[in-house]
Nanobody, 133 residues
C-alpha cells in the first residue's frame, strides 16, 4: 500500500533553514505528482508546494515563494522541501501528499472554480516544524 513518511522537522530560529524529506513506497513514485501541505494549530490544511512527476515544473503558494523549494529524486523515491528564511508563521505540521495523476493543474482556474491542490490521493502522518526565537 501507499506509504509516505515525512522527516526532517524540528526547531529553527527566524531566518533559519530546515530541509524536510518524504520517503515514498508502495507505488511507482516517478509516475505521480507530489505536494507538501501544512497545518498550524487551530487552522485548516494549507497547500504549500507541488511538483510534477518528472520535476519539470513546481508550484508554490504565495507566502513561501522565494523561500521554499520543492524537489524530488525519482531514483530514490524521495520528495524534499528546502525551507529557507523561516518565519514564525511557518510553524506547522508538514505533510507530503501523492496525487493520482502526473501533472495536476496547479494554479488553474476557470469561470467556475480553481483547482484545489489539497485534492491529493494520500497524505502522510506529518513532521512538526517550529520556528521561534
Amino acid at each position: 500500500q501507499v506509504q509516505l513518511e515525512e522527516s526532517g522537522g524540528g526547531e529553527a530560529q527566524p531566518g533559519g533553514s530546515l530541509r524536510l524529506s518524504c520517503a515514498a513506497s508502495g507505488f511507482t513514485f516517478s509516475n505521480f505528482a507530489m505536494s507538501w501541505a501544512r497545518q498550524a494549530p487551530g487552522k485548516g490544511l494549507e497547500w504549500v508546494a507541488g511538483i510534477y512527476e518528472d520535476a519539470s515544473k513546481s508550484f508554490y503558494t504565495d507566502s513561501v515563494k522565494g523561500r521554499f523549494t520543492i524537489s524530488r529524486d525519482n531514483a530514490k523515491n524521495m520528495l524534499y522541501l528546502q525551507m529557507n528564511n523561516l518565519e514564525p508563521e511557518d510553524s506547522a505540521l508538514y505533510y507530503c501528499g501523492k496525487y493520482s495523476i502526473r501533472q495536476p493543474p496547479f494554479g488553474f482556474c476557470n469561470r467556475a472554480a480553481c483547482y484545489d491542490p489539497l485534492m491529493a490521493e494520500t497524505w502522510g502522518q506529518g513532521t512538526q516544524v517550529t520556528v521561534s526565537s
